[in-house]
C-alpha cells in the first residue's frame, strides 16, 4: 500500500475521531455564527438553550453528515497532500518542504478536498440549524397570528439531502463554495505552521543529540504533536474566522447569505447591519473546538498511521511463513 494512501486513511479515522469527541462545540459555533440577533450568548448560555429546548440530543444534530464529512475531507486531504509533498520531496531528497513549498501543496490539496466536499458540509449545517427558527404558520389557521408556530422536526442524513434538493435543487449542494474555497488557506497556515514548527523543534532535538555524540534520530512524542497541532489550529482559526460564518450562513440557504454577491460583500453586509462583532459570532466555541480537533487529529493520524504501517509490514512475513 502507497504511502500517501496510508495517511489518508490515517487521516480520515483520526478526523473522525476528533470529530466525535468535539461535535457539540461546532454544533455551537455553526448556530452562533448563523443567527442574525445582536444578542451575545455565551457558550453555557447557548449549551443551557439547547438542553432546555431540544435536550441532550440537540447538540449532537448533524453528527452523522459531520462524522461522513471529516471522514471524506481529511481522507481526501490527506491523500492530494501526502501524494503532492513525495512528489516535492523526491526532486531533491533530504530536504523538508520549505514554507512556500508547504503552501503550493496545501492549497493543492484544500482545494481538491473543498470541491468534493462541500454537498456534506452544507447538509450539516442544514441539519445544525434546523430547529433554529420555528416554521412558518399557515394562514389558513386564525390562532396563527397569536400562537407560536411549532419548531421544524429534525432531519436524518437522506431526510435532509431530500429537503435540500425538493427546495433548492441540486445546485444547492455547492452553496458557499466561493468562501469555502477562500478558507483553502485555513488549512493551508495551519499545515505550514504546523511542518515549519515540527522541522524545526526536530531539528534542535537532533543537534542536541549530536553535541551529545549520540547518532540516534530525534522523534515526537504525542504531547509534541498536541501542542504543534493546537498552535498552528489557533493560528488558523482565528485569522480566517470572517469566512467561516459567510461560508456557514450561504451553506444553511440563510435568506439574507442568497443576496450575497461574494464572500467579500457577505463580508461588508454584516459590518454594515451587525458591526464587526458580527464575523466573529461563535468564535470562542470555535477555536475551542478547532484547537482540540487539531490537537487530537494530529496525535490520533500520526499513531494509527504509524500502526497501519507496521501492521502492513507484518503481512509479508506472515506470507512467508505459511
Avoid at 470541491?115 to 449545517?125: A, F
Avoid at 551529545?212 to 512524542?221: D, H, P, Y
Amino acid at each position: 500500500m502507497e504511502d500517501s494512501l496510508i495517511h489518508a486513511v490515517a487521516g480520515g479515522a483520526g478526523g473522525m475521531v476528533a470529530m466525535a469527541l468535539t461535535y457539540p462545540l461546532i454544533f455551537l459555533s455553526t448556530r452562533a455564527a448563523v443567527a442574525k440577533s445582536k444578542d451575545h450568548k455565551s457558550t453555557k448560555e447557548a449549551v443551557l438553550e439547547v438542553l432546555k429546548n431540544e435536550g441532550i440530543t440537540g447538540l449532537y444534530s448533524g453528527l452523522s453528515s459531520s462524522l461522513l464529512g471529516i471522514a471524506v475531507t481529511n481522507f481526501v486531504y490527506y491523500g492530494f497532500y501526502e501524494k503532492s509533498k513525495s512528489v516535492v520531496l523526491r526532486s531533491r531528497p533530504g530536504k523538508g518542504l520549505s514554507t512556500l513549498e508547504s503552501i503550493l501543496v496545501g492549497m493543492i490539496a484544500g482545494s481538491a478536498t473543498t470541491i468534493i466536499s462541500n454537498p456534506i458540509w452544507v447538509i450539516q449545517t442544514t441539519q445544525a440549524v434546523r430547529t433554529m427558527e420555528p416554521s412558518t404558520p399557515s394562514s389558513s389557521d386564525p390562532s396563527s397570528t397569536t400562537s407560536p408556530a411549532p419548531k421544524p422536526r429534525k432531519l436524518g442524513l437522506l431526510e435532509s439531502i431530500n429537503h435540500i434538493l425538493e427546495n433548492d435543487g441540486i445546485a444547492a449542494f455547492w452553496r458557499g463554495i466561493g468562501p469555502a474555497l477562500a478558507l483553502v488557506v485555513n488549512p493551508v497556515i495551519q499545515y505550514t505552521v504546523f511542518e515549519q514548527l515540527k522541522n524545526r523543534l526536530l531539528a534542535r532535538r537532533t543537534a542536541r543529540l549530536r553535541a551529545a555524540g549520540s547518532a540516534s534520530a530525534a522523534v515526537l512524542t504525542s504531547l509534541d504533536l498536541f501542542f504543534l497541532g493546537s498552535l498552528s489550529k489557533l493560528v488558523a482559526t482565528g485569522s480566517t474566522y470572517p469566512y467561516i460564518v459567510i461560508k456557514s450562513r450561504m451553506q444553511a440557504g440563510h435568506a439574507a447569505a442568497k443576496e450575497y454577491k461574494s464572500a467579500l460583500d457577505g463580508i461588508l453586509r454584516v459590518v454594515r447591519e451587525e458591526g464587526i462583532a458580527g464575523l466573529y459570532k461563535g468564535i470562542e466555541s470555535k477555536l475551542l473546538q478547532s484547537v482540540l480537533t487539531a490537537a487530537i487529529l494530529f496525535v490520533s493520524q500520526q499513531r494509527i498511521y504509524e500502526l497501519t504501517k507496521a501492521a502492513l509490514s507484518k503481512v509479508p512475513q506472515a506470507v512467508k511463513q505459511t
